[in-house]
């Protein structure tokens, strides 16, 4: 299976920036990593996607970010990332990333979840 971690979140104030990171591990002779995504989750609210990043890097970002946030990926590194600028208090939430994981020998596939790192924007 693939696995992913997420880091990089905290406190910051309204106008500032964090970079999160999300770290794919596991056996890439077996598994293939397709689409990646960021979502969020704020207190009280559903889960939202907020960004995403097809292999051939077409990107879609939440109306609320665009313009503000970026998602990236080094795939050498097997890393994604969610720069975030210019940070709102509504963004705070819980930000998770998901991967869409291809399993080779079957030619189906899983979304893969990370544990979440929460992002506070507060004076």
């Known amino acids: 299976q693939v696995l992913l971690v997420e880091s990089g979140g905290g406190l910051v104030q309204p106008g500032g920036s964090l970079r999160l990171s999300c770290a794919a591990s596991?056996?890439?002779?077996?598994?293939?990593?397709?689409?990646m995504r960021w979502h969020r989750q704020a207190p009280g609210k559903q889960r939202e996607l907020v960004a995403a990043?097809?292999?051939?890097?077409?990107?879609n970002y939440l109306d609320a970010v665009k313009g503000r946030f970026t998602i990236s990926r080094d795939s050498a590194k097997n890393m994604l990332y969610l720069q975030m600028n210019s940070l709102k208090p509504e963004d705070t939430a819980d930000y998770y990333c998901?991967?869409?994981?291809?399993?080779?020998?079957?030619?189906?596939?899983?979304?893969?979840w990370g544990q979440g790192t929460q992002v506070t924007v507060s004076s």
């Open positions: 990043l097809t292999p051939s890097g077409i990107t």
């Open positions: 596991g056996n890439f002779r077996q598994f293939s990593i397709n689409t």
């Open positions: 998901s991967a869409n994981i291809g399993i080779l020998s079957t030619g189906t596939s899983y979304e893969s």
